[in-house]
């Protein structure tokens, strides 16, 4: 499933974004958490996700895009519609996508997970090429890192966060092997 280099899967589209920091010491990637994104909200297909995601939106490009010019957030990853996926940040390093959150009972999230961003929103089924290139993202990441669990967003920030959503099927990845744990909540 791919070679890696200093935390990059080479099979991933590289950008590079400035939105991270070193992990604490002692830390690894042991968690995958799943979310979902479209900028402006319910648009695919442009660059406005990127453009996030590397300091670079534009606010005169969308009214919405105004409350993001200020906002410091990547994701390791990102799968878009036709399955393609662009890499932001080393899983070496912590990506800034989790925000207050738990898992385990251990608070700050983004010091142990990998953050996968699936282009989408809560109200819309993902596409078969985004579960494509999901499975191909997990395998390699359970293969390179010592990943525990795969969540959503909402199951690690309940309350604040509701992505990947309810169209996102769990149970497909259940089948497929991987580890899915909702974090003590129920699924929706």
């Not at 909200?41 to 670079?56: D, I």
């Not at 993902?126 to 293969?143: K, V």
Request: hydrophobic share 40%; aromatic share 12%; charged share 20%.
């Amino acid at each position: 499933m791919g070679h890696w280099q200093n935390g990059r899967w080479l099979q991933a589209v590289q950008l590079e974004s400035p939105n991270f920091s070193s992990r604490p010491d002692g830390e690894i990637p042991r968690l995958v958490v799943l979310h979902n994104i479209s900028l402006p909200p319910f648009s695919y297909g442009n660059a406005a996700v990127e453009q996030l995601f590397t300091n670079c939106i534009r606010p005169e490009e969308h009214p919405f895009f105004r409350q993001l010019e200020n906002l410091r957030v990547s994701s390791h990853f990102l799968i878009d519609r036709r399955g393609k996926v662009i890499q932001f940040v080393s899983c070496d390093n912590a990506a800034y996508h989790a925000g207050v959150s738990q898992f385990r009972g251990q608070a700050a999230c983004n010091a142990f997970s990998i953050g996968i961003e699936l282009e989408g929103c809560d109200f819309e089924p993902f596409e078969e090429a985004q579960y494509r290139a999901l499975s191909g993202l997990l395998i390699a990441l359970c293969r390179q890192y010592p990943i525990e669990a795969v969540t959503g967003h909402q199951h690690i920030a309940a309350g604040r966060k509701t992505d990947p959503g309810h169209f996102f099927d769990w149970q497909r990845l259940r089948l497929e092997g991987f580890p899915i744990d909702f974090n003590d909540v129920q699924a929706a």
